[in-house]
């Protein structure tokens, strides 16, 4: 039988595996959405010029790139590469950065929740909207929203279980290592 410090370490090597999981998925699921994005747009183009009509291509590129948007900055978020502006809050001390950061990530989450419920709503008042030259319904671009900040969600709720710990414990590492990067 398992004791509370194996059943933990257990929990956080299986939520280790599934964030790794999720990462390898969406940057795999990104990267063919850029591809498909940058070949369809640049097909159209050349074809265009050739006087060969593409009309498809701008529904299929606006479809490809609402997922990579929302999706993409899942992963930019998850490897804390989103800009920022931190001049300010970086002379202040660790302890503040840290309490900033968790009630920035609260306000995020507040958003990001919101951002799931209407973009729900918006899916299922919609679903027989179509794309002028896909034939499918607009539904599958607007699912994008909720489905991305679902997954922007998880992580706000990792980042803000960070900054708790952080307060527990009083190790303020992070943020020293923060300033060595810069």
Same mark, same amino acid.
């Given at each position: 039988?398992?004791?509370?410090?194996?059943? $933990? %370490?257990?929990?956080?090597?299986? &939520?280790?595996?599934?964030?790794? %999981?999720?990462?390898?998925? #969406?940057?795999?699921?990104?990267?063919?959405?850029?591809?498909?994005?940058?070949?369809?747009?640049?097909?159209?183009?050349?074809?265009?010029?050739?006087?060969?009509?593409? +009309?498809? +291509?701008?529904?299929?590129?606006?479809?490809?790139?609402?997922?990579? +948007?929302?999706? %993409?900055?899942?992963?930019?978020?998850?490897?804390?590469?989103?800009?920022?502006?931190?001049?300010?809050?970086?002379?202040?001390?660790?302890?503040?950065?840290?309490?900033?950061?968790?009630?920035? &990530?609260?306000?995020?989450?507040?958003?990001?929740?919101?951002?799931?419920?209407?973009?729900? @709503?918006?899916?299922?008042?919609?679903?027989?909207?179509?794309?002028?030259?896909?034939?499918? @319904? &607009?539904?599958?671009?607007?699912?994008?929203?909720?489905?991305?900040?679902?997954?922007? !969600?998880?992580?706000?709720?990792?980042?803000?279980? #960070?900054?708790? $710990?952080?307060?527990? !414990?009083?190790?303020? !590492? &992070?943020?020293?290592?923060?300033?060595?990067?810069?």
């Amino acid at each position: 039988m398992l004791n509370l410090d194996d059943r $933990r %370490g257990v929990d956080k090597r299986m &939520y280790k595996k599934f964030e790794d %999981g999720l990462v390898k998925v #969406e940057t795999g699921f990104v990267c063919i959405g850029l591809m498909l994005l940058i070949v369809t747009v640049f097909a159209a183009a050349v074809l265009r010029f050739f006087g060969i009509d593409m +009309s498809w +291509s701008t529904d299929l590129a606006q479809l490809a790139f609402a997922w990579v +948007s929302f999706i %993409g900055a899942d992963l930019a978020m998850r490897k804390d590469r989103h800009m920022g502006v931190d001049m300010l809050t970086n002379k202040l001390p660790a302890k503040i950065q840290n309490a900033l950061r968790l009630a920035i &990530y609260c306000l995020i989450l507040a958003f990001l929740l919101a951002g799931v419920y209407y973009g729900i @709503s918006l899916c299922v008042i919609n679903p027989d909207r179509k794309y002028n030259t896909l034939y499918i @319904s &607009y539904s599958f671009a607007t699912a994008s929203c909720p489905i991305g900040c679902a997954l922007m !969600s998880l992580t706000a709720v990792k980042r803000i279980v #960070e900054c708790v $710990r952080r307060f527990m !414990s009083n190790d303020y !590492s &992070y943020f020293e290592k923060k300033e060595v990067e810069a």
